[in-house]
């Protein structure tokens, strides 16, 4: 059994949580929080696993990583304090740690990555002999392995389309909704995540993935970006009023370009209503989505839905990035101290998990 750390317990940890229990070859030995308030609790209701497991919950990071953990989960966000993520990972590292985390974009990418970013990690792995994979689901496993595997299902193809199509009232993360994207501010406001170059920095690294795996060469990323306002005032259950007039949905595109022609793209289509933008493509259910579509011959088209915590559609999707990256520790285990990417660490199958439940 693997001695697996889980640090963070928000919308991802909770999922890590779960996850780590119910993995036959991992063993949870320590949940490490920020809140005060935390400290102490149980991890499995701190999990929504149902049941104590008998991990007590810290902030001690010095002496859970003193234990020398063999796998850290790092389910912090690094969307606002990227800095204090890559510095937290690097301490695991340096303890000589297995480290899987969505929290770096950058490094989603790591061959390309920013040798401010790289280096620093690069030398916490020489220093404790740990290894870091960075995924998530978008970006992560929706542009990368997905579409991969269902490209080759094609004889000719012609684009290889990625599309989040999300109701972004699921979300229980209202600083990134409100703030980081700009549901609800007016529509000269300028959200950091869609600022120019930012969609690039976030996804580009998954369009750069295809590409390689793909052994064709990019002439460049460039992107698009279409903004609509609410026609009317609505309220969300999780996030409450947004008011006419203000932002209510997003549309963007990060495009890699072959010969003049986008030939990879991953887009984004989001609201926070699904009365503002009728006319965009709108995800089955009216909820969310993941949407794979290869454009040649046959034309393949792979919609993903995922839900978890009573039906919730991003906590689905958190799930799923998070049963990406426990179901790669072992293999990192296994594998030679370094920094890898999606295209080094395959997906496999649930070896071990049909039809189990954690006793």
Not at 148 to 177: K, N, P
Not at 198 to 216: E, K, N
Request: proline share 7%; net charge negative; glycine share 10%.
């Amino acid at each position: 059994m693997i001695p697996t750390v889980v640090w963070g317990t928000g919308n991802v940890g909770r999922a890590a949580i779960r996850a780590v229990e119910a993995h036959p070859a991992l063993t949870l030995t320590a949940v490490l929080v920020h809140h005060s308030a935390k400290v102490g609790r149980d991890a499995g209701e701190l999990g929504g696993v149902g049941r104590p497991l008998g991990v007590a919950a810290t902030d001690d990071i010095a002496a859970v990583l003193a234990a020398r953990p063999r796998a850290v989960v790092y389910a912090a966000s690094g969307d606002i304090r990227p800095d204090d993520a890559l510095a937290d990972i690097g301490r695991a590292l340096r303890a000589g740690a297995v480290v899987v985390t969505p929290s770096l974009y950058p490094l989603y990418d790591q061959r390309n990555a920013p040798p401010e970013l790289r280096d620093p990690v690069l030398a916490a792995i020489a220093e404790g002999g740990g290894s870091l994979f960075v995924s998530g689901v978008d970006p992560g496993w929706g542009n990368d392995v997905l579409p991969l595997l269902v490209s080759g299902l094609g004889t000719e193809v012609d684009v290889i389309r990625c599309q989040e199509i999300f109701d972004y009232s699921t979300y229980e993360q209202e600083e990134s909704v409100r703030h980081l994207i700009g549901m609800g501010h007016p529509m000269d406001y300028e959200p950091l995540m869609l600022a120019e170059s930012v969609p690039t920095m976030v996804w580009g690294g998954q369009v750069r993935l295809m590409a390689r795996a793909l052994d064709i060469e990019l002439d460049g990323i460039r992107e698009t970006m279409d903004r609509r306002a609410l026609e009317s005032t609505v309220r969300t259950r999780t996030m409450g009023k947004f008011a006419a007039g203000t932002q209510g949905a997003v549309r963007f595109e990060v495009q890699g370009v072959v010969a003049g022609v986008p030939r990879i793209v991953i887009e984004h289509i989001t609201r926070i209503h699904p009365s503002c933008a009728p006319d965009w493509p709108s995800p089955p259910d009216g909820v969310g989505a993941h949407r794979v579509v290869i454009e040649g011959r046959p034309r393949i088209e792979v919609t993903v839905e995922a839900s978890d915590e009573d039906e919730n559609r991003s906590a689905g999707g958190n799930a799923t990035a998070v049963g990406r990256l426990v179901s790669a520790i072992d293999w990192l285990v296994d594998a030679e101290p370094g920094l890898y990417d999606a295209l080094d660490v395959p997906l496999r199958p649930a070896v071990g998990r049909l039809g189990r439940r954690p006793a």
